[in-house]
């Protein structure tokens, strides 16, 4: 079962800004870490509960629990 991704808003209204190219990679990647939080090829982050993925020239910083990512 995937997770719900949930945006913050600032995130959000960055992702809208973003060509269409780059949005798709990253719903694609999301996609990914929904269904498999920690192997999507993501690292934890030290200092910080939370994980790290890379897309391109871009870092997706994000937190899971049971039900959303």
């Known amino acids: 079962m995937a997770l ?3 945006l913050d ?3 959000a209204r960055y992702f809208e800004r973003l060509d269409r190219t780059t949005q798709e ?3 694609s990647k999301l996609d990914a870490l ?3 939080p920690t192997e999507a ?3 934890p ?3 910080y ?3 790290a993925a890379r897309i391109g020239g871009l870092r997706l910083i994000y937190r899971f629990d049971d039900t959303r990512l």
């Open 41 to 43: 090829g993501s690292k």
């Open 9 to 11: 808003r600032e995130a």
């Open 25 to 27: 990679r990253i719903a």
């Open 34 to 36: 929904a269904k498999h």
């Open 49 to 51: 509960q939370g994980r």
């Open 45 to 47: 982050l030290q200092g």
């Open 4 to 6: 719900e991704v949930v």
